[in-house]
């Protein structure tokens, strides 16, 4: 993993439950942290879902070591929101390995 490759800017995001003034629970996605990352496209599809065409983009990022990452959460990049597939490790703790996929 080389520092130069790591040429976009990211946030990586988790579903948390917060509570209002009113003390009712409201869920929402909050920002855990914007890192640098290398981005690689790992290709996409289209098909057919009740009547509608959807697109779907596969992406892996490569960050700096980050703990607690898992599928619960999520990447924004690029103005698309990529839902983790699969968390990877990279050497000992060297970096991680986010193989998303988001639909357009």
Do not use: C, K
């Not at 009712?24 to 057919?48: F, K, M, N, P």
């Not at 999520?74 to 490790?89: F, K, M, W």
């Amino acid at each position: 993993m080389r520092a130069g490759d790591m040429d976009r800017r990211v946030t990586l995001q988790r579903f948390t439950t917060t509570q209002d003034e009113y003390g009712e629970e409201i869920q929402t996605w909050t920002d855990l942290a914007t890192v640098w990352a290398e981005a690689r496209q790992q290709g996409g599809q289209e098909y057919l879902a009740a009547a509608t065409t959807l697109a779907e983009r596969r992406v892996v990022f490569f960050i700096r070591w980050f703990p607690g990452l898992t599928v619960e959460d999520r990447v924004s990049y690029d103005g698309l929101l990529h839902n983790i597939n699969e968390v990877r490790e990279i050497g000992r703790r060297d970096g991680i390995e986010l193989h998303t996929e988001a639909a357009v």
